[in-house]
């Protein structure tokens, strides 16, 4: 089985930055593309990044574009979701995914996930 294991969630002051990590083991991927998700309470998972395997194309949410930054180091099997001017708004569980489908306006979930790392922003 391959595993995602996220890290770099924890508590941060609204405006400040985090850099979530979800590493890759059990196997490489080969041209996998590989996105993040998050569920707030009351809310819906939502797909809010992506990114392909020679790192385009990308896919942001609106709610995140401008604002976060996805990218990938293939030698370390490894992505990650840079943070910036974060929001109260922001607060969720942050989930990695692994191949799925990524398009500059979307990324389906693949067949694999991460544990999930909470996120919170405060006010």
């Known amino acids: 089985q391959v595993q995602l294991v996220e890290s770099g969630g924890g508590l941060v002051q609204a405006g400040g930055s985090l850099r979530l990590s979800c590493a890759a083991s059990?196997?490489?991927?080969?041209?996998?593309?590989m996105g993040w998700f998050r569920q707030a309470p009351g809310q819906e998972r939502e797909s809010i990044a992506g990114?392909?395997?020679?790192?385009?194309?990308?896919y942001y949410a609106d709610s995140v574009k401008g604002r976060f930054t996805i990218s990938r180091d293939n030698a370390k099997n490894t992505i990650y979701l840079q943070m910036n001017r974060l929001k109260p708004e922001d607060t969720a569980v942050y989930y990695c995914?692994?191949?799925?489908?990524?398009?500059?306006?979307?990324?389906?979930?693949?067949?694999?996930w991460g544990q999930g790392t909470q996120v919170t922003v405060s006010s």
């Open positions: 995914n692994a191949e799925g489908d990524v398009t500059t306006t979307g990324y389906a979930e693949g067949g694999y």
């Open positions: 059990g196997r490489t991927f080969s041209r996998s593309s």
């Open positions: 990114v392909s395997w020679s790192s385009y194309p990308k």
